[in-house]
């Protein structure tokens, strides 16, 4: 077929090349050729003999639509999925991208101020809000489970993990104290734990039964006796980097009284969850601790 540059790049049909849809579209041609690759926007049209590509005008509005997400920085998977759906559906969600997107600029704000306390020399400064006490445990029977996991998939798995060991612990003679979550490695985006999510219960012989019964992943133990160090903290302060602080806190206390640490930290959560606000009082951060002679 001719093309005839002087009519804004479109051939005798009416198709629009590459360069005059990169023009409409506010797209390049490099990246309309990725978006090909991808499925994400397929010219109309490829001659067979030039392979040349052409578009057709109405697939102008979906390549604007495409760049505007980018200028998001959204990923090409997320704008992908986006571009399939209803105007509706689409709309909502766009709408949850950048209430997640918000979530992180706040979260990674906050880090900011963290690492700009820490870098300056004032990290005693912020350990300093967070109140330490101690508190002697008793002998305890506990429920488990263990699973490695990145930091991204932690809250759903800490909720469901209790979950499920809330619900086992009504056939061990029911919940005796406050669940928790100890963590034996660290977690982060590139470490993976593992995390043991734990429910203390009044039968440890049913504990046995129970565990028994399960996968290798659940198990039940009993706790010694044990003296914990410990600080409480706000719902909203459990959230990165928040709690880091309040973790170096326990750290820098146990280490100035010239204890030492006998365990994995944990969390425990001494109210539930969904019923918080987040100013409300929600978690201790806590560590086994003994005399350093000992």
Do not use: N
Request: aromatic share 8%; glycine share 6%.
């Amino acid at each position: 077929m001719t093309q005839h540059p002087a009519d804004g790049g479109r051939d005798e049909d009416g198709w629009l090349t590459i360069g005059a849809f990169a023009a409409r579209s506010r797209l390049s041609a490099k990246a309309l050729r990725l978006y090909d690759r991808l499925g994400l926007l397929a010219p109309a049209r490829v001659d067979p003999v030039s392979g040349y590509r052409f578009y057709r005008p109405e697939q102008v509005e979906q390549a604007r639509l495409v760049a505007l997400l980018r200028q998001l920085d959204m990923p090409l998977a997320t704008v992908i999925e986006i571009v399939a759906l209803d105007d509706t559906r689409a709309a909502a969600a766009v709408e949850a991208y950048w209430r997640d997107v918000e979530e992180r600029f706040a979260a990674q704000r906050t880090l900011v101020h963290f690492l700009r306390g820490r870098l300056s020399g004032r990290s005693s400064e912020m350990y300093e809000k967070f109140e330490i006490r101690t508190v002697e445990v008793p002998e305890q029977t506990v429920l488990t489970e263990t699973r490695h996991t990145l930091a991204g998939e932690l809250p759903a798995y800490i909720g469901e993990s209790l979950g499920r060991l809330e619900k086992a612990a009504q056939e061990c003679g029911g919940i005796t104290a406050a669940p928790f979550v100890a963590y034996h490695a660290e977690v982060t985006q590139e470490s993976d734990g593992p995390v043991e999510s734990c429910v203390p219960v009044a039968d440890a012989e049913a504990a046995r039964a129970w565990a028994e019964r399960q996968g290798p992943a659940v198990a039940f133990r009993v706790e010694p006796a044990r003296r914990y160090a410990y600080t409480r903290i706000t719902k909203a302060q459990v959230f990165y980097p928040q709690i880091i602080a309040a973790y170096e806190a326990v750290e820098h206390w146990i280490q100035a009284q010239g204890l030492r640490i006998e365990g994995p930290c944990r969390e425990i959560y001494i109210a539930p969850w969904d019923t918080l606000g987040p100013d409300d009082e929600a978690c201790d951060i806590a560590y086994p601790v003994s005399a350093a002679g000992r």
